[in-house]
């Protein structure tokens, strides 16, 4: 993942249609217009899995149906816990057979309609649960020299437990690290890249105006920033960690995608 850092190469999120979406077609053709508008502008699309909790379509699937071209620095597959074995073995093997190598692994959320991995589908008797540090160790058992999994950080959890499940995150084969996103400054993730210097760290970039929405998805109510901007906090993101790469979440393809050109300078 240096390899985009170095290169000025942003990840770039983009969500796949709900699988109870009223407008499929008109979905999906958005879904792959944006995914490959991020191929041929040189970025990496990152492709999320079941969002909070929302079923949706994989993400492989709809580069399988459609043939979406596969760059190997350019494809990144969310993968959490919310799956039958079968599924999850599934989604590795396409990713392995179309050369997609970068995983993020998370927990992820779950629901009343998304099936849980057990401890007993990944030969884990003594876990109690299933979470990002079992499912890692899984995929770098079971297909070792195949994907580079990343993991996620979260600066406004507790502190203390969120740096001893890095610890095990790190143990568990995670070759980089994407945070949550940040509103300028945070001292949590000074730490963190103090303590893992070794380690690739994407700071992530929230660009939607709406914080409430921001506030849901990492359940912690945050300050509130009057008039804030997307762009400009992009941009003070990177002044403040030069040394990392950045995660776009929520991008604003018809506003702010033609803007990136003149963001990471």
Known sequence: MLHHIHNKTYLVEVLPPKQDSENLEAD??????????VINGGYCVCITDNTMGHLSFQGTEIIEEFELPVLP????IHLNTFHRKDDLDNILNTCKYKGIKYLL???????????????????FADADSITSVELLKYINSEYAGIFV????????EPEEHEFEKMD???????KF???QPLLGRNKV???LLKKYTEIPVFVEAWMSKNLTLLSEAIGYELPEHKDFDPISNLKILH???PGCGVYLSLLKFKTQYDLLKDTWM
């Open 28 to 37: 999906l053709e958005k879904f792959t217009h944006r995914y490959v508008k």
């Open 73 to 76: 620095e350019q494809v990144m």
């Open 105 to 123: 692994v998370v927990t992820g959320d779950g629901s009343m309609r998304l099936p849980k991995l057990r401890p007993v589908d990944l030969d």
């Open 149 to 156: 999994t990343g993991v996620a950080f979260n600066p406004y």
């Open 168 to 174: 095990r995150k790190i143990k568990a084969g995670a």
């Open 177 to 179: 690290i994407i945070t």
């Open 189 to 191: 993730i000074d730490k």
């Open 239 to 241: 002044k403040l960690y």
